[in-house]
């Protein structure tokens, strides 16, 4: 195996039994087996054709399978696909959690797998104690959480709780405490699964500029994330996974363009809460005309977002609301125009689009929230989470999220004339 | 550099270098369910103390003031100590390190290890408390004046063999519990019966009296047994220690101790997809 190669994946599979066990949740009872046993023995004597009714007691499901590939050293390799596709068994096998049903993977280097945030974590136990369990559990020496433990502190930003139980903690210093041991691990090999997605913006933001760091240290990474603008923003390659199968390996923009374009159909997600909830229901929506796809835009396309929505009984006085959110903030909000809004409507379906001026917006993940009322005050029914979809980043923006403020409003801003003091 | 490759059925090879090189994460667990171990108590560690005096104080009057049953020579509260340490120190380990697993699930699900830490640094927490416990026999060789001889010395012996006593059985079922959560209600139950059928509160001179040769043979099939009598010959010091019952004892505590290292390691692998 040539040097510069840290992971080679080769036929890769990982086999799960479905069936009897799994009904009662993952785990048998003792008398199960001892009575499928029984069965098994009584069959056996009775009837010749006993194993082909044994077989029909468990189902082989493959999580995984023939998956192949190469990663070189400091590449930042993102993994996409829906959720089941396999992502997290990949990761768990390449972390040595579980072990591959076939196959062969060759890891040349120290390998740290960020699973999840603050594995471990004791909630008796004191910040500064549970750096240093949670910094073990993680591989890192004792030496090494000491020589690291005031960059740590200072990271988490919890200086003055070191000495409380994590149980005092607020969630977010205690996600921050978390992430915080885990940003400062040095592995030759980083696997990360979708832990990204915790804490306030702000500290969001320093977590990927961290990331980038380590990225940019030469480290090999790992990394399984929904948000796509994260993603973009971080991995040199990306590998997409299709149930169980590699299906794309290459760059991060085709793979990311790939994705979007298969999930089509997955866009809807959340649900409607409120009075008239159960009157109504969506049936899809997604962005139009981007180049990227329906859930990616480009601050240079001019989408619109299109949405169909069934209604179960005619409403008097209909209107429908959409709004945008940026990482939980809520940045705007848009009624049906004077002329449409409060119009009678019929049972059945409904269409309607809404213009997105993306030039306004700046380069994130953003969710669309969609709502209806009929005029009276309380009597509505609201999806804060309708759909989500990521405005990428261009060379504008690129590098300058954190200073661009939360919308960039058609404002001008120029010179006047010199006048000169000589 | 480091070189791992990972391949069905191959964990086998690094696996006890693992173990060592995870000392380190086997330390910090110890210690974190040390530290863990009687927080938000009001009296804390005395709980170790306590438990096992309240058990002595018990079977003492029962079984010593009330049944008088024989023994051999000694204060009968320090005979039912010389009992009631070691096999406090069996069940604690047999009962935490069978929860051990299960209890750590999110662990196990996350992070890779070898294993048998989990179980083991259990058994060194159990440990503790048995350390700490020994100050019950302490005070009751003081109270009856009862000095001790050189034998005493051998005691970190016998606890070795405590050690391995419970790391059998506790390996085994902890392993078991995984996939049968059955052994949830078990282990309850066969410490609550140990403790009886276990010549903790009586001396097994008394059984050899009554039943002969063949009755102690059979109470011996109790690998905890090897470990009291030993207790018993070095802190008493009275009856010479019945080689046969002491070895039939400590032979079973290895085959246990060698069923249950190759239970766990068969079952090992399936762990993360089964808890």
Redesign the interface.
Same mark, same amino acid.
């Given at each position: 195996m040539p040097d510069d190669i840290i992971i080679r994946a080769e036929n890769v599979g990982k086999r799960y039994t479905l069936g009897h066990s799994s009904e009662n949740g993952g785990y048998r009872k003792f008398s199960d087996t001892l009575i499928h046993a029984a069965k098994a023995s009584l069959r056996w004597l009775k009837t010749a054709n006993s194993e082909q009714r044994t077989e029909n007691l468990s189902e082989d499901f493959w999580a995984l399978k023939d998956i192949n590939f190469e990663i070189k050293r400091g590449e930042v390799l993102g993994i996409i696909g829906r959720n089941g596709a396999g992502k997290s068994t990949l990761l768990k096998i390449l972390s040595r959690i579980t072990e591959p049903t076939t196959g062969r993977i060759t890891l040349n280097g120290r390998v740290a797998s960020l699973l999840e945030v603050g594995t471990g974590f004791h909630p008796e136990l004191t910040g500064r104690e549970n750096i240093y369990l949670n910094g073990a559990i993680l591989g890192m020496h004792r030496a090494e959480i000491k020589a690291k433990f005031d960059e740590i502190v200072a990271f988490a930003e919890v200086e003055k709780f070191l000495d409380t139980p994590v149980k005092r903690y607020s969630s977010g210093m205690y996600v921050r405490l978390a992430f915080a041991v885990a940003a400062h691990l040095e592995p030759e090999i980083l696997i990360i699964d979708e832990v990204l997605a915790v804490g306030d913006a702000e500290f969001q933001k320093k977590c990927l500029g961290r990331m980038q760091d380590v990225a940019k240290g030469g480290r090999t990474v790992l990394f399984v994330s929904h948000n796509l603008g994260q993603m973009r923003a971080l991995c040199t390659q990306a590998a997409m996974l299709e149930n169980g199968r590699l299906v794309f390996q290459g760059s991060t923009e085709e793979a990311l363009s790939r994705y979007a374009k298969n999930s089509r159909l997955s866009a809807i997600s959340g649900r409607f809460t409120g009075p008239l909830a159960n009157q109504i229901e969506l049936i899809s929506i997604s962005l139009a005309r981007t180049e990227a796809g329906p859930t990616l835009c480009q601050r240079s396309d001019q989408p619109v977002i299109e949405l169909e929505i069934r209604l179960r009984a005619p409403i008097e006085r209909l209107r429908i609301t959409v709004a945008l959110f940026l990482d939980g903030v809520r940045i705007c909000t848009t009624h049906e125009s004077q002329g449409h809004a409060f119009q009678p409507s019929r049972a059945g379906s409904l269409k309607a689009t809404c213009s997105l001026p993306v030039e306004f917006l700046k380069p994130g993940n953003y969710t669309i929230g969609l709502g209806i009322c009929d005029g009276h005050p309380g009597t509505y029914a609201w999806n804060p989470d309708a759909m989500s979809f990521n405005i990428l980043e261009d060379a504008i923006s690129k590098g300058l999220e954190a200073e661009l403020g939360l919308v960039c409003l058609p404002m001008t801003l120029n010179r006047s004339a010199v006048t000169s003091f000589a | 550099?480091?070189? =791992?490759?990972?391949?069905?059925?191959k @964990?086998e090879a690094h696996y006890w270098r693992d173990l060592w090189r995870f000392r380190? =994460?086997f330390e910090? =667990?110890a210690w974190?369910d040390i @530290?863990?171990r009687y927080?938000?108590t009001y009296i804390g560690a005395a709980w170790a103390v306590i438990r096992p005096l309240l058990t002595i104080l018990i079977g003492a009057g029962i079984f010593g003031g009330l049944a008088k049953m024989p023994s051999d020579g000694v204060p009968y509260a320090i005979l039912v100590c010389a009992g009631t340490l070691p096999w406090y120190f069996f069940s604690n380990a047999l009962s935490e390190s069978s929860a051990s697993l299960v209890g750590?699930a999110? =662990?196990? @699900?996350?992070?890779?290890?070898p294993r048998m830490i989990l179980p083991m640094s259990a058994v060194v927490v159990a440990f503790v408390d048995f350390a700490i416990s020994m100050l019950i026999l302490v005070g009751l060789m003081v109270w009856y004046q009862f000095p001790p001889t050189w034998r005493m010395l051998t005691l970190p012996l016998f606890t070795l063999l405590a050690f391995l006593s419970a790391a059998g059985p506790g390996l085994l079922f902890t392993a078991l519990n995984?996939?049968?959560? &059955?052994?949830r209600y078990i282990i309850p139950f066969v410490v609550q019966f140990g403790l009886y059928i276990s010549p903790v509160f009586y001396s097994t001179t008394a059984i050899q009296e009554k039943y002969g040769d063949v009755g102690r043979m059979i109470v011996a099939i109790n690998p905890i047994v090897g470990v009291i009598d030993g207790y018993r010959w070095a802190i008493c010091g009275t009856t010479p220690l019945h080689w046969q019952s002491f070895v039939t004892s400590i032979l079973l505590s290895l085959i246990m101790l060698f069923v249950g290292v190759w239970y766990f390691r068969r079952m090992e692998?399936t762990f993360? &997809?089964?808890?």
């Open positions: - | 550099m480091e070189k =791992l490759i990972i391949e069905a059925g @964990s380190e =994460l910090v =667990l974190r @530290s863990v927080k938000q750590n999110n =662990l196990i @699900s996350k992070i890779y290890f995984v996939k049968y959560r &059955d052994f692998k993360a &997809d089964v808890i």
